[in-house]
């Protein structure tokens, strides 16, 4: 009988290498393979692991809320009555917002000024408000010679809120008017800001700023109460130490908001130096009277300029 | 005279100030100066600024890029065991173990070594498994795309001062040993060329450029978060030490906050001010290693910068921003002989944020002296000690008096034994270790 196929399936099959083991090379290939294989598995498993973890707070503490209002008190040239009217209007505008007051002395940063102007010692008093409240978001210094005349504007709502802020921040100003090379970056947004603050017709004022609580505030105020500035007998003292350090050191500049004056730092009608729409008009936030600042040597006094609004304010705020 | 206010910046660069100027005139108004009474130095000034331009291609300040994403890319690089120590398989497990040990994520890292032990025993030569191991260093989970070395050369080279064979040789030398020890570990070597030193004798602040350089190799290395300058006349004597194992794996083991430890300028610490909070009047900052910016060591008289680290940070690009001003230098240039290494002194004392990221390694860690430097009696504390294999040598002082050449060549002899060594050693035990895997696979085969 003849076949004319050969059987289909040998009953002994040959000994091959091909069916129980595979060559050494080829054994050599698939572990590499298989080995590559599981390393890609496990990388992409892991990948999402790896980038999912805890992000870092640059700015602010967790936890922080609310504003503390800091103001230095020169309880030595400033009489009882008029730091009453100053207290008086910083509570009342404190109350309705939830806010905290920092009430500070002058002459408890003596030691820490030594021999440079009594000015300087708003630096070291909002580091003592932020040591003092340290889970607080936001300080905000104001000048004793200065009231607040419309307190039912909250920071947030006036100034702090994103999209407001946003809208405020003056861009591409020279930061010491009027011509300084210097500019404002104009690309900056809200959360690049930790420090806000307003000019005047000469300089950035440090009377009334809002600086937000991080490293960038320990930073700032260390900086800006550098021993050598405070010796270098700049003719305003801290204020153009203020005016020296934004325009010579991009990483504080790029950190700071500059305003319209008028939102933080309204001056009086009779004092001169605010900038382009910078005086009081009904209405606005607070007014200045930074006349009274240069305090003539003499017993404890007043600031005459403010009586006035005294009354209008406390007038307004009896009738609410 | 009256120093209005700040002396003002200029256009295109350069100040003018009552102390510095040689005029005279203060500029309280911006830039009022009229051209003319400047022209000789305004003309040096765009020359040699023209001249740094073509070395450096980088601004030297962003507000960009400091997003969130960059920011958490580096975070988790830092996280990331590395493959420290020297390289075998062993340690590989052993990493993996010391990974399981973290919390969190730590199970999932141990996979990835396993990952990269398994090609490494699945490649059969001591070639492909040196380039397997090479690769994960410099791979984002190896983690030696962390560091740069960032090495100072050309110092008094160039313009300044004639250059002889022996400076050749220093350079050629000091350059080969960090692109060695680079190359071992995956880290980055930037040679910073410090040619542009006509542009700082200008601006009277030369030996700031540290600075600069450092900021520009930030923006050039954006995975890097460690950035280890040294300057020329150094020695890295052990190439099988990696700075992960040697300092950052335990960086809070490693250095010391508290200066008291070890105070040669007698700096007040911690600060007693009432007004300051408790990070500015701790003595070790806030005790937690990730606020750890700036590692540097300490000499016998104060700081020493011919090798520290600076971690990318907001904090500092603050230092760098505010190691030079020109107010603190008008005042100080003359009492500052050491210039920037004093004026880091100066700040660290007067600006308490500065203290509280500052923390100090052992001088000998990374930066042994020579005898000779730091005074003729042999200090323990200060001078290498070859019985304990110190880690970097630093001939500080060597141009004074004397001989940067042959030390550098002595230490490049004590260092080749060294490692000479070591190469044995890791040969002898690659070949047990593949002896035993697969010496008996191949014998099976060929039965």
């Known amino acids: 009988m003849q076949f004319a196929l050969p059987p289909r399936k040998s009953p002994h099959p040959l000994p091959s290498v091909h069916s129980s083991r595979l060559p050494y090379y080829r054994k050599k290939q698939l572990k590499t393979v298989a080995l590559f294989a599981i390393a890609v598995l496990v990388i992409i498993f892991l990948l999402p692991k790896l980038f999912s973890s805890s992000p870092i707070s640059s700015a602010a503490p967790a936890g922080t809320a609310g504003v503390v209002i800091v103001t230095l008190l020169d309880r030595d040239n400033l009489s009882e009555g008029y730091i009453q009217k100053i207290v008086s209007n910083r509570e009342d505008y404190a109350k309705r917002h939830g806010y905290t007051n920092f009430f500070a002395n002058t002459s408890d940063y003596s030691d820490a000024v030594g021999d440079s102007p009594n000015s300087w010692a708003l630096i070291p008093a909002v580091r003592h408000a932020m040591a003092t409240y340290p889970r607080s978001a936001y300080y905000f210094h104001l000048s004793p010679h200065a009231l607040i005349m419309n307190p039912s504007k909250s920071l947030k709502s006036h100034i702090l809120d994103k999209s407001r802020l946003e809208s405020l921040m003056l861009k591409d100003l020279p930061v010491v008017p009027p011509d300084s090379i210097i500019k404002t970056f104009s690309h900056l947004k809200e959360k690049d800001i930790d420090f806000i603050a307003t000019q005047d017709s000469t300089d950035i004022s440090p009377a009334s700023f809002i600086l937000k609580n991080g490293d960038f505030a320990r930073f700032f105020l260390d900086f800006w109460f550098e021993p050598l500035f405070r010796n270098y007998k700049f003719v305003k003292a801290e204020v153009h130490g203020l005016d020296h350090i934004m325009q010579w050191h991009p990483t504080v500049l790029a950190r700071t908001a500059l305003v319209p004056q008028r939102l933080l730092n309204a001056y009086s009608k009779d004092s001169s130096g605010a900038s382009a729409d910078g005086s009081y008009k009904d209405g606005d936030f607070l007014i200045r009277f930074p006349a009274c600042d240069s305090s003539p040597a003499g017993p404890p006094h007043d600031c005459g300029e403010m009586e006035s609004y005294y009354m209008i304010w406390q007038r307004k705020v009896q009738n609410e | ?447």
């Open chain 2, 1 to 447: 005279m009256s120093l209005s206010r700040s002396p003002s910046p200029r256009p295109g660069g350069g100040w003018s100030s009552p102390g510095l100027t040689p005029s005279g005139t203060s500029t309280p108004r911006g830039f009022s100066p009229s051209p003319s009474s400047l022209a000789p130095s305004e003309i040096s000034w765009a020359a040699a600024k023209a001249k740094s331009e073509e070395v450096r291609g980088y601004p030297s300040f962003s507000t960009r890029n400091s997003g969130f994403f960059s920011r958490q890319k580096r975070r988790i690089s830092a996280r990331l065991p590395s493959m420290a120590r020297q390289w075998s398989w062993r340690t590989i497990l052993e990493d993996a173990d010391a990974a399981k040990e973290d919390a969190g994520l730590g199970r999932a890292y141990a996979g990835v070594h396993w990952i990269f032990l398994l090609l490494a025993l699945g490649s059969e030569t001591y070639r492909e498994q040196t380039v397997i191991v090479h690769l994960y260093r410099r791979s984002p989970l190896g983690g030696g795309r962390k560091f740069v070395i960032i090495l100072g050369s050309n110092v008094e080279g160039g313009v300044m001062e004639w250059k002889g064979a022996r400076e050749w040789a220093i350079e050629r030398n000091s350059i080969w040993n960090k692109e060695l020890y680079a190359h071992e570990w995956g880290y980055e070597l930037e040679v910073a060329n410090l040619l542009a030193k006509k542009r700082y004798s200008h601006e009277w602040r030369e030996s700031w450029e540290k600075g600069d350089v450092i900021r520009e190799v930030m923006q050039k290395y954006p995975h890097a978060e460690w950035f280890w300058w040294l300057d020329l006349n150094t020695w890295v004597m052990e190439y099988g030490t990696s700075l992960q194992s040697h300092i950052f794996s335990h960086l809070e083991d490693k250095v010391y906050r508290d200066i008291n430890v070890n105070n040669p300028l007698n700096i007040t610490h911690p600060l007693p001010e009432f007004w300051l909070d408790e990070v500015g009047r701790s003595a070790e900052g806030d005790g937690r290693p990730e606020s750890i910016n700036m590692l540097l060591t300490q000499d016998c008289s104060g700081f020493n910068l011919g090798s520290f680290f600076l971690r990318r940070s907001l904090w500092t690009d603050r230092l760098l921003d505010a190691w030079w001003d020109p107010v603190m230098y008008e005042q100080m240039h003359m009492n500052w002989e050491h210039k920037e290494q004093n004026a880091l002194e100066w700040i660290y004392q007067s600006q308490p944020w500065i203290r509280s990221s500052v923390a100090f390694l052992p001088q000998r860690s990374i930066n042994s002296f020579p005898p000779g430097a730091c005074g003729e009696e042999e200090n323990p504390a200060i001078h290498y000690q070859e019985k304990d294999r110190d880690f970097l040598v630093n001939m500080a002082g060597c141009m004074y008096g004397r001989d940067c050449w042959s030390e550098m060549h002595h230490y490049r002899a004590v260092s080749n034994k060294h490692n000479k060594t070591w190469k044995e050693w890791c040969e002898q035990t690659y070949s047990g270790i593949h002896d035993w895997f697969f010496k008996p696979e191949d014998v099976q085969e060929q039965e």
